[in-house]
């Protein structure tokens, strides 16, 4: 296959095409294909090295892949050991896994933060319109103690398209938060709080916060080892009762992938176009379940061209008709990563 040089890195063509196709789904907001989706397995299995040895050793020829169904996806727990690379370029970031000290975290080495802004606003924008009609404040202390966050990358783009003097970043003075908050209510702009599940809660405690009807409070995460984790519903409950709000919101996420999700409330998460959710049986992690089984969450995201766009996670949900979906938490026998809450069985 002809390759194209481009920096240091020899990026084949089919890697180009596949890189085209993903900035007209971005600017259109439109899904790919099932041809555009194996036109993308196909150059992966060639030139993934990690990938094709994962297809291999499962027996798999990617010539006799011949529908999205078919399509094996990598287990998440391989971007702890691997340098998961389509081809070698050089990385414009490395984001780093929310690992305990126990843990060795996951690595996504990613070679454009231009592309992944324009990818990251185009999503907000669709669910919640103009960054400039927000201010935006974050409560991240577990993602900004330490480098390397792809959260923090895209809170970072979405408060440069914002362009608010007031929007800022806050690790543990609750008090000076709220008196941010506080000031931002003077502005003609809606606020969105956007925070992780143990920060939110102690924060929420302090009952020195009301929310305005049409402001937000965005939830991304869960204790990240500060405590026992919770059950989803039960933490946005006491979330809506500190900060004196109808529903919390959810931000789904990866350190592996390149593509989030929102819950506008109740926890019911929808996709961007470009990223497909695939259901799994628990005990055969080949056999796909009907829409509305809970399972293990497989994801197609067509914005990791450069990485693997077919990832097995850990993760349980289930998903609804239209393609929305729903996380109940991280299976037992699973690492917890801190990226998602408890899962409890019914």
Not at 146 to 163: E, F, H
Not at 168 to 180: I, T, V
Not at 208 to 234: F, I, L, S
Request: with cysteine; charged share 20%; aromatic share 10%.
């Amino acid at each position: 296959m002809p390759e194209t040089k481009t920096g240091t890195a020899q990026i084949p063509t089919d890697a180009l095409a596949c890189i085209r196709r993903l900035d007209q789904l971005i600017q259109n907001y439109e899904a790919p294909t099932s041809i555009d989706i194996l036109e993308l397995f196909r150059f992966q299995a060639q030139f993934n090295p990690v990938y094709s040895a994962y297809l291999s050793a499962l027996g798999r020829n990617p010539q006799e892949v011949l529908t999205v169904d078919e399509i094996p996806c990598l287990p998440v727990t391989l971007f702890r050991n691997h340098r998961v690379k389509s081809w070698p370029y050089k990385s414009a970031a490395v984001w780093s896994s929310s690992a305990t000290t126990t843990q060795i975290p996951s690595r996504h080495y990613v070679p454009s933060l231009s592309r992944f802004h324009r990818a990251s606003r185009r999503i907000f924008e669709f669910h919640y319109g103009p960054c400039t009609d927000w201010i935006f404040i974050a409560l991240l202390p577990s993602y900004l103690e330490r480098r390397n966050s792809g959260l923090v990358t895209m809170v970072d783009g979405l408060m440069s398209a914002s362009g608010h003097p007031l929007n800022g970043y806050f690790m543990y003075d609750h008090l000076s938060l709220a008196e941010r908050y506080r000031n931002a209510c003077n502005s003609d702009r809606k606020v969105m709080l956007i925070g992780v599940g143990f920060a939110l809660l102690d924060l929420a405690a302090l009952n020195c916060m009301a929310m305005r009807p049409q402001d937000v409070v965005m939830e991304t995460g869960g204790m990240k080892g500060r405590g026992p984790e919770w059950v989803r519903e039960a933490l946005h409950d006491r979330l809506c009762t500190g900060f004196k709000t109808d529903c919390i919101h959810t931000e789904y996420g990866m350190t592996e992938l390149s593509s989030s999700s929102y819950a506008t409330g109740y926890g019911r998460l929808t996709p961007p176009p470009w990223l497909m959710i695939r259901i799994q049986d628990l005990h055969d992690p080949l056999q796909r379940l009907d829409k509305g089984k809970t399972g293990t969450i497989d994801i197609i995201d067509f914005a990791n061209v450069h990485s693997c766009s077919f990832i097995k996670t850990d993760d349980l949900g289930w998903t609804e008709l239209n393609g929305d979906f729903y996380v109940m938490g991280r299976r037992d026998e699973s690492e917890w990563r801190g990226c998602n809450l408890l899962y409890q069985p019914n």
